[in-house]
């Protein structure tokens, strides 16, 4: 099994920045891609963006541009450094993770408890 433990949510106004981070414990070996979906009220969970080992990165229409996403293998954690942001991007943030065998494809199998976002003055 694998532990994903989220942080880094909050309240910003928009056009702020947040940067939220993942920390993965457990079966570490069993995973090589991690990544970030978000879902807002009445609406389905979307990809933000995902990233494997091989560095090979996947984005949703909506983070193009504004979002990035980056891993630190040695702390297993990944990255969601977040700019630009509007009140559209209001959300609970779920990091998720699991294998690939080489692309980002994901949802995977692994979730977290997700980290609330609000955008708004």
């Known amino acids: 099994q694998v532990q994903l433990v989220e942080s880094g949510g909050g309240l910003v106004q928009p056009g702020g920045s947040l940067r939220l981070s993942c920390v993965a414990s457990?079966?570490?070996?069993?995973?090589?891609?991690m990544g970030w979906f978000r879902q807002a009220p009445g609406k389905q969970r979307e990809l933000v963006a995902g990233?494997?080992?091989?560095?090979?990165?996947k984005y949703g229409d909506s983070a193009i541009g504004r979002f990035t996403i980056s891993r630190d293998s040695a702390k297993d954690t990944v990255y969601l450094q977040m700019i630009s942001l509007k009140p559209e991007d209001t959300a609970v943030y779920y990091c998720?993770?699991?294998?690939?065998?080489?692309?980002?494809?994901?949802?995977?199998?692994?979730w977290g408890q997700g980290t609330q976002v609000t955008v708004s003055s």
């Open positions: 457990g079966s570490i070996s069993s995973i090589n891609a």
């Open positions: 998720n993770a699991g294998y690939t065998p080489l692309y980002y494809r994901g949802p995977y199998k692994y």
């Open positions: 990233i494997t080992d091989g560095g090979i990165t």
